[in-house]
């Protein structure tokens, strides 16, 4: 996704579960913004961390972006 051109970013999601039906009315992706949070080693109890090697790897960067697609999609912020 790092690499999706802006234009891209901008663009609604929806999201599919695999092995999972439904239709994404909303739960789905916030689901998947609730579970991408909660996953990712950017975010400890609800605050940012600072680990240099994820720096490098640009997880802060891609992480910010998501951020931003999930207020743009509705889900107010990473929370613990």
Not at 30 to 48: H, Q
Not at 60 to 76: E, H, I, R, T
């Amino acid at each position: 996704m790092e690499e999706a051109p802006d234009t891209e970013w901008n663009k609604k999601l929806a999201i599919t579960f695999i092995g999972e039906e439904g239709v994404d009315a909303g739960g789905l992706t916030r689901e998947f913004f609730s579970i991408l949070f909660e996953k990712s080693p950017v975010f400890e109890n609800n605050l940012l961390s600072f680990d240099s090697q994820l720096l490098q790897k640009k997880h802060y960067l891609l992480m910010g972006q998501m951020v931003v697609m999930g207020v743009l999609s509705g889900y107010p912020r990473p929370t613990g």
